[in-house]
Structure formats: structure tokens, C-alpha cells
């Protein structure tokens, strides 16, 4: 059952009397639980279509079905909804509040989402378990390496137990080993947690994880390679 489907998605950005075409009639569909590397060059529109995704921005035309619903007819607030509770985003910069320590920027989407103490503090607690971080609970991102921070990101995608996870280029500021245990922690979130994960990654790594690698060019899917 396919868990993302795109339809001849179109996306225009206008600034002034300048219009970029990002995304020219982009189809793709992505399955419940596949992990699905996306590739291509720069200014393609990888970010534009994760955006998309994400709902943190909406198409020009065309339909974005999540889970059944097509993100184009949701109201503002229902868009809001689902960027707090359907999805998660990992960035290449971690993304991180800089005054709230680790644990509070896990707690932080369940804040918003208006989960209550305790079943924040449990889920806080787990989360940091789970991305192996537990004793840096107390740790403001600038005490924290990179790959910590990376870390702490994917506890912060997950707290609200989306079934969707969206990653931009989360290895590109990453050394080699701690690269890949951020790898290691997506294919553990895909196959043990059961996650739909999009990654945009030229990290070559991915076709270890990746059941499909998409490749876009100038806005248009332009073929996909199985990953080995
Ligand atoms: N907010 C914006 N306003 C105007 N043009 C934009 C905006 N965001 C992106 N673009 C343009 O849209 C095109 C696609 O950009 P996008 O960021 O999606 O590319 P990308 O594939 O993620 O590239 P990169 O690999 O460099 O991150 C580019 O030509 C870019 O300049
Ligand atoms: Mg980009």
C-alpha cells in the first residue's frame, strides 16, 4: 500500500518578476515502510519536494497523498496538525533549539502537540535510549558533536511518533563512522520501528539501507536503481 503518493506535482517559486520552476510534474509513490534514498544534482528541487512532503510548504499544483489524505486539501491549522504528528524531519544541520538541552528539544513536539508530563518524560526517556544518548539528557547542542546533535535530531523526529520521516542530506556534516551509525539508526527506525523514511543523501552508503534510489532531474523523476 503506498503510504506517499505524488501526482504531477508542480512547484513555482516567485520573487518579484523572477519565477524558479523547483518541481515540473513530479510523480513518485513510496510504500508503507520502504526506505527510499532520493539523488540528484544541485537545484533539482530534493529539498523542494521533501518540503512538499513535510507540509512546511505547499505545491503549486498537482496532489501529495499522506496516509490517504492529500495534504493540498488540508486547512492551515489541520497542515500544522500534521507536520507535529504524521512527520519527522531530520536536516544536514541538525536543527536543534540552542538554549533547550537535549532532552528538551525531545520534549519540545510533544509540548506542542499537548502530551502531558509524564507521558512526555517517559517518552523523552525512551527516545534518548533509543538514540543512545541518555547521559547527554542535560547537554546543550553546543556541548554536543555533530553526530550527538544528529542524534538528538532523529529523537526529536520521532517523539510524536510519526509514520513518515523526511531526511535532507543528515550524513553531509558527518564523519565517515559517525555517518553511519546515523545510517545504522535509519535502517534500525525502518525495520524495527516499521518508519517510511524519504532521504535525500548523495552519501553512497545509503544503497546499503535504501530499498529504492530515486533519481530527480530539473524537477521530474528521471529513473530509479535498486539499491544493492
Ligand atoms: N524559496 C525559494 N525561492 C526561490 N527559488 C527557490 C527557493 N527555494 C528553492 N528555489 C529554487 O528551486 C530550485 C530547486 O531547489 P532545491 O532547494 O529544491 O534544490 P536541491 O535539489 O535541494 O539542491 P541542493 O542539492 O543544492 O540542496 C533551485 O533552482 C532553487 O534555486
Ligand atoms: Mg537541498
Redesign the pocket.
Known amino acids: 500500500m503506498p503510504n506517499v503518493t505524488t501526482k504531477d506535482v508542480i512547484k513555482v517559486?516567485r520573487?518579484g518578476k523572477s519565477e524558479?520552476i523547483?518541481l515540473r510534474g513530479l510523480d513518485m509513490a513510496v510504500s508503507d515502510r520502504e526506505l527510499v534514498a532520493v539523488r540528484?544534482p544541485?537545484?533539482?528541487?530534493?529539498?523542494?519536494?521533501l518540503n512538499l512532503l513535510g507540509g512546511i510548504d505547499r505545491p503549486t499544483a498537482g496532489r501529495i497523498e499522506v496516509n490517504g489524505s492529500n495534504l493540498v486539501d488540508l486547512s492551515d491549522a489541520e497542515l500544522v496538525r500534521y507536520r507535529l504528528q504524521k512527520v519527522g524531519f531530520i536536516f544536514q544541520f541538525f536543527n536543534l533549539v540552542p538554549t533547550l538541552t537535549a532532552e528538551e528539544n525531545v520534549e519540545l513536539p510533544m509540548r506542542l502537540a499537548g502530551k502531558g508530563p509524564s507521558a512526555r518524560s517517559k517518552r523523552t526517556k525512551e527516545l534518548l535510549e533509543l538514540v543512545g544518548m541518555t547521559k547527554r539528557a542535560v547537554h546543550r547542542p553546543d556541548e554536543l558533536s555533530g553526530g550527538e546533535q544528529q542524534r538528538i535530531a532523529i529523537g526529536v523526529a520521532l517523539a510524536n511518533d510519526p509514520s513518515l520521516l523526511l531526511a535532507d542530506e543528515p550524513t553531509g556534516e558527518l564523519d565517515t563512522k559517525t555517518g553511519q551509525e546515523v545510517l545504522d539508526l535509519f535502517q534500525r527506525m525502518n525495520q524495527e520501528f516499521g518508519k517510511t523514511i524519504v532521504v535525500v543523501t548523495h552519501d553512497a552508503r545509503v544503497s546499503q539501507i535504501a530499498h529504492r534510489i530515486l533519481e530527480i532531474r530539473d524537477g521530474k523523476i528521471l529513473g530509479e536503481a535498486a539499491a544493492t
Open positions: 517559486y520573487a524558479v523547483a540528484g544541485s537545484g533539482c528541487g530534493k529539498t523542494t519536494l
